[in-house]
């Protein structure tokens, strides 16, 4: 039951005695040459990978910084400069600031994800730009870096019980921290 106007046709294989219903396959013919679908598809997706890779950005631009590029930032980049560490750290340092939003609506959700998120790679870019504070301030830096860890676990802790005062309270806490790490960071 094949025509040449339609390039997919139904293929029932042999029903055993056991099964109940026949199996029905759809392929992709060409003149007598079948071809499966997954693999039209793998084919597809990966030459557009491919072509979308070739194009890509430089690595550590402040523009392509946030929850998209998750991935990215994680697991291709091999790491950033201490500087681009500097400005990311401020980037989050302003992200943080404009998630009082969702507090105020009590969007618990995506609150925890921005945190997760955020700390997943701060501590890492903290670590890097150490090397660019001066000796006589690394001390007070690695006060402000650990101050900074403590109040967006404990933000973090409050925000998954949710208990509103306590989130407001450590949200200010940690506005405040990487504020300070910001400012010796300048």
């Known amino acids: 039951m094949t025509t040449t106007t339609t390039p997919f046709h139904n293929r029932i294989t042999a029903v055993h005695h056991h099964q109940l219903l026949p199996r029905i396959q759809a392929t992709l013919s060409n003149q007598g040459n ?4 997954r693999k039209i598809v793998t084919t597809i997706l ?3 990978s491919l ?3 070739l194009q890509a950005t430089p690595l550590a631009l402040a523009q392509n910084w946030g929850t998209r590029s998750f991935l990215l930032e994680r697991f291709f980049e091999p790491g950033l ?4 560490s500097v400005e990311r750290i401020r980037q989050t340092a302003e992200g943080l600031h404009d ?3 969702m507090l105020e609506t009590m969007s618990w959700r995506y609150v925890i994800f921005y945190i997760r998120l955020k700390q997943a790679y701060l501590s890492q870019d903290m670590k890097t730009a150490m090397s660019i504070v001066p000796e006589n301030r690394r001390k007070s830096y690695v006060e402000a870096a650990n101050q900074l860890v403590d109040n967006m676990s404990e933000f973090d802790y409050y925000v998954r019980t949710p208990k509103v005062y306590e989130s407001y309270l450590y949200y200010e806490k940690t506005l405040k ?3 300070d790490l910001v400012a010796l960071l300048a």
């Open 34 to 37: 079948s071809i499966p679908r």
């Open 46 to 48: 990966l030459s557009t």
């Open 51 to 53: 072509a979308l890779g």
């Open 81 to 84: 400069s201490p500087e681009d």
């Open 99 to 101: 998630l009082r939003h």
């Open 177 to 179: 921290s990487i504020d």
